[in-house]
């Protein structure tokens, strides 16, 4: 059983590492990440102490089988909020023959004082995407972490409310606001000072949201909800098809063809989740799609703005100049991305035929390029594909990059991810490299890795990351 223990809550991440045999970053003694990269499991959850007594918890898991995690009751009195982005999951207390199914974009509150536990179910084959802020008294009562004063009076207020009832629940709806803090604690994977704090402010807004939420509610003040639940879903629905499809044509006439939905009812979504319109937000995906591929491409601007669905170069530079600040151009000449660290991973097919003697040649070029430029990197091999990562300067990278694709003993060349990053996984290694033949390690975590990088839209930067961070640790073991 999974248990997660509020007032030992990180011991309790030590056992459900050994549990689903997992890989465990102790960041700090506020921070701590579990990487799960097996057959039945894949992706993160990680662990941030807000301050004594609260905690976050991020689940961005891909499940393939159903796993349940169990909120285990303590001597406390204990209150989660719940955020729920993807995935299928359902919640049930002991006391509770049904399971109740938490609803994508929906927020919950889980208030307990009894000896019931929570249990927490993911469904597999699903991308689960969920966040939860956990609150302990007897911590909370105990600390002398002035940061939370201005929260005291709505935390010991919900605690007030929890001694008088025992235990309750709160089904909410997220609005456009916590959306936004929860995609980007989603997409904020830093492990450095300034990226926990960055998730620990947009933690806190969440708090404060739910906070403001649960007062409206308290005082039968709820917002009014625009459309029904399953509407929101399908907005929902429209959103990750613009996102998959930024470089189509993409009208109200398309979303309603999607959809099912009526443009009054599009544009009334759109509103409520994301504060926009749809022309507007897609607009801002665009852009920052461009600021991605500017930082880890060189595509000319012409093909980025192709790319990401705009025919006219001049419009796209004058939009980008509106959101950014400056033309495309400035931003990619500005100093920020030319000293950025920047990595690169690709695959490629090895001649039939390859060598030993091939493979020691590709190697010693490796070293001798690698070494002039200050890139450094990994190599895996198997005699018919090629896995490697770069990392350095992008222009270095870039150099050795092609440099590859020239040679031909490499075919089909693939670029699988490449991006800006913060530190080398290779840090002392010019091209480290390992021969998976006969390694069953690496065979397995090439055999996860291969069913993602087959299909593009599989291979993500979490995906890629979190397989060079396993080769890292299994290369400092040989």
Known sequence: MLQIIPENIFDSFQTIASELDADIQVLSEFSTILTLQNKSTEGEIRLLQIFSGVYAILFDLSVKEKITFTLKTTDSAVISCLYHRSGKVSHKSDFNIEYNKIEILQNIIIANNTEQNDHLIFEGDRLVQLNMIIMVEDLLVNTEDKEIDIFKSSIYKLFTELHQRQSYRYFGQIRAQVLEQLEFLIENRGTDTLSLMMNKAATLMLLARQFFFQEQFANNSDITIPLKRTEIEKIAALKEYIVAHLGHQITINKLIEISGLNSKKIRSGFRYLFNSTPQDYTT???????????????????????????????????????????????????????????????????????????????????????????????????????????????????????????????????????????????????????????????????????????????????????????????????
């Open 284 to 478: 801002k995906l665009r852009i920052k799609k461009a600021v991605e591929l500017l930082d880890t491409t060189d595509k000319n601007i012409s093909e980025i703005s192709y790319e990401i669905g705009f025919s006219n170069r001049s419009y796209f530079s004058s939009l980008f100049q509106k959101y950014i600040g400056m033309l495309p151009k400035q931003y990619r000449s500005s100093d920020k991305i030319k000293n950025s660290l920047y990595q690169l991973s690709y695959k490629s097919v090895a001649k039939p035929g390859i060598t030993q003697a091939d493979i020691d040649d590709i190697l010693n070029s490796s070293y001798r390029n690698n070494g002039d430029r200050i890139v450094t990197g990994c190599l895996i091999y198997d005699f018919k594909e090629f896995f490697q990562i770069l990392e350095g300067k992008k222009e270095d990278v870039l150099f050795i990059y092609q440099k590859i694709k020239e040679d031909s003993r490499h075919l089909d060349i693939k670029v699988l991810q490449q991006d800006l990053t913060e530190e080398r996984y290779f840090t002392n290694f010019s091209m480290a490299n390992l021969n998976a033949v006969g390694n069953t390690k690496i065979e397995q975590l090439l055999t996860i890795y291969k069913y993602h990088s087959n299909d593009i839209n599989r291979t993500s930067k979490k995906n890629t990351s979190d397989f060079w961070v396993a080769i890292k640790k299994l290369l400092l073991t040989i």
